[in-house]
């Protein structure tokens, strides 16, 4: 059983940058793969991110290559997504996600674990 718990969503202007945290408890072995994704008023959750658990490689939706950045602290059972030069089409809830497997995927229902989500409004 693996519990998630998101942080440091905000409001932010365009432009603007912000990093989001996300911490395991529970069974959080190194080895879950863990991914970012985002959710819309009225929208299907989407990918964004994903980070595998066995070399640290990752990958990226197309609308935030270049601009958004995930990592991981295994030590603390961390996740991170840095951002970066915001839009306002980046506003969303932001949720944390693991996968009982190393490799990474961009489907939301390939994870098994979420996070209750946090809120990143950027402003025009």
Do not use: H
């Not at 970012?36 to 658990?53: D, L, N, Y």
């Amino acid at each position: 059983q693996v519990q998630l718990v998101e942080s440091g969503g905000g409001l932010v202007q365009a432009g603007g940058s912000l990093r989001l945290s996300c911490t395991a408890s529970g069974r959080t072995p190194s080895s879950y793969a863990m991914g970012w994704f985002r959710q819309a008023p009225g929208k299907e959750r989407e990918f964004v991110g994903t980070i595998s658990g066995s070399n640290a490689g990752t990958r990226y939706a197309d609308s935030v290559k270049g601009r958004f950045t995930i990592s991981r602290e295994n030590v603390k059972s961390t996740l991170f997504l840095q951002m970066n030069s915001l839009k306002p089409e980046d506003t969303a809830v932001y949720y944390c996600a693991a996968r009982s497997y190393s490799l990474t995927s961009p489907n939301v229902n390939e994870y098994d674990y979420w996070g209750q989500g946090t809120q990143v409004t950027v402003s025009s």
